[in-house]
C-alpha cells in the first residue's frame, strides 16, 4: 500500500489490467461504512463529510476522511487514545493481578 518512501501509493486514476481493484474498494468500502455508522453514533458524521472509499493504483482499499477541521481531527485523536486506553486497560489489570498472585506463591514458599 505504500511507496518506497513509505507514503500511500497515488489514487487508481488509470486502471491497470490484472489489479484486483474492484477488490480493493469493496474492502475500502466495508471500512467506510463502519467508520462512518462509529462517527453517527457519536454524533460526529457532519465533521466528516468527504468520508468515502477509494483505491490506489497497487488496488489496495484506502479510507478517505477528507479535509476536516482541526477540531474534528483533535476530536479524533482523543477517540483514538481513549479506545487504545480501554483497550490495554484489561491487559493492564492481568498483569497486576498475575503479579499478585506470583509474590504470594513466592512467599508462600
Do not use: C
Not at 40 to 57: H, I, K, M, Q, R
Amino acid at each position: 500500500m505504500t511507496d518506497r518512501w513509505g507514503v500511500v501509493a497515488k489514487r487508481a486514476e488509470n486502471l491497470t489490467p490484472g489489479v484486483p481493484y474492484v477488490r480493493g474498494w469493496a474492502q475500502a468500502r466495508r471500512s467506510a461504512g463502519t467508520v462512518a455508522e462509529q462517527l453517527t453514533a457519536l454524533g460526529l458524521e457532519s465533521d466528516f463529510p468527504g468520508l468515502a472509499a477509494d483505491v490506489n493504483v497497487s488496488g489496495d482499499g484506502l479510507v478517505r476522511l477528507g479535509s476536516i477541521r482541526l477540531e474534528a481531527a483533535l476530536m479524533l485523536a482523543e477517540l483514538i487514545v481513549s479506545g487504545l486506553k480501554a483497550e490495554t486497560a484489561p491487559h493492564a489489570d492481568a498483569t497486576a493481578v498475575g503479579t499478585t498472585a506470583a509474590r504470594r506463591s513466592s512467599s508462600a514458599a
